[in-house]
């Protein structure tokens, strides 16, 4: 079992900035992280991810470039820097953990989630 802990979101000015932190428990965190978020009235959409060491990462598109995905291994945290951010990126963010893999954009792969921080940015 994992449990993960996301913190670290709120209300932001459209170009502002914010860290979001995800905290792991229950497992020795050798595994994939992800990043995803979900708007109202929008299906969850997959954001970043790393693999267990951080050595491969990707993002999303709409936000390379201006997110950068992290993890401390001895800290047992991933985290989200977000620059630049847009009132499109206005959503509740979940954080996931995929234990069978080596990361991926594919929601269904991750067998963990967190409760979600809210990230808020007015325009």
């Known amino acids: 079992q994992v449990q993960l802990v996301e913190s670290g979101g709120g209300l932001v000015q459209a170009g502002g900035s914010l860290i979001l932190s995800c905290a792991a428990s229950g497992r020795t965190f050798s595994y994939a992280m992800g990043w995803f978020r979900q708007a109202p009235g929008k299906e969850r959409e997959f954001v970043a991810v790393?693999?267990?060491?951080?050595?491969?990462?990707f993002y999303a598109d709409s936000v390379k470039g201006r997110f950068t995905i992290s993890r401390d291994n001895a800290k047992n945290t991933v985290y989200l820097r977000m620059n630049s951010l847009k009132p499109e990126d206005t959503a509740l963010y979940y954080c996931?953990?995929?234990?069978?893999?080596?990361?991926?954009?594919?929601?269904?792969?991750?067998?963990?989630w967190g409760q979600g921080t809210q990230v808020t940015v007015s325009s």
């Open positions: 790393t693999s267990w060491n951080g050595g491969r990462t």
């Open positions: 996931a953990a995929d234990t069978r893999g080596d990361g991926t954009r594919a929601a269904s792969a991750y067998e963990y």
